[in-house]
């Protein structure tokens, strides 16, 4: 059973730059599609970018395209989110998830693991 363990959240100022990492442990992720999703105050948890297995294509919500980008490092069992242009609505719980499939599902349903989540904030 895959461990997720995301870090790199923090405080950030609009227009700054974050970069999330997501660790796992227990297993390789080299069959698992990766995803990055979120969660604000009040709102539902909403997919936010994902990379498939090998060869590693990648999807984006349409509010972080051009803005975020996620990549893997199967050899480090990591993904990592690079975020750029933050804005305050990026402002959310973010959490790494992983699932036994191919394509790049947007929904969390199809995702079987989680970590915890790591807090970003954008502050003005």
């Known amino acids: 059973q895959v461990q997720l363990v995301e870090s790199g959240g923090g405080l950030v100022q609009a227009g700054g730059s974050l970069r999330l990492s997501c660790a796992a442990s227990?297993?390789?992720?080299?069959?698992?599609?990766m995803g990055w999703f979120r969660q604000a105050p009040g709102k539902e948890r909403e997919f936010v970018a994902g990379i498939s297995r090998n060869p590693f294509n990648t999807n984006a919500a349409d509010s972080v395209k051009g803005r975020f980008t996620v990549s893997r490092d199967n050899t480090k069992n990591t993904m990592y989110l690079q975020m750029n242009s933050m804005k305050l609505e990026d402002t959310a719980v973010y959490y790494c998830?992983?699932?036994?499939?191919?394509?790049?599902?947007?929904?969390?349903?199809?995702?079987?693991?989680w970590g915890r989540g790591t807090q970003v904030t954008v502050s003005s």
């Open positions: 227990g297993g390789s992720i080299s069959t698992y599609v």
């Open positions: 998830a992983a699932a036994p499939r191919f394509g790049i599902p947007t929904s969390q349903g199809y995702y079987d693991y």
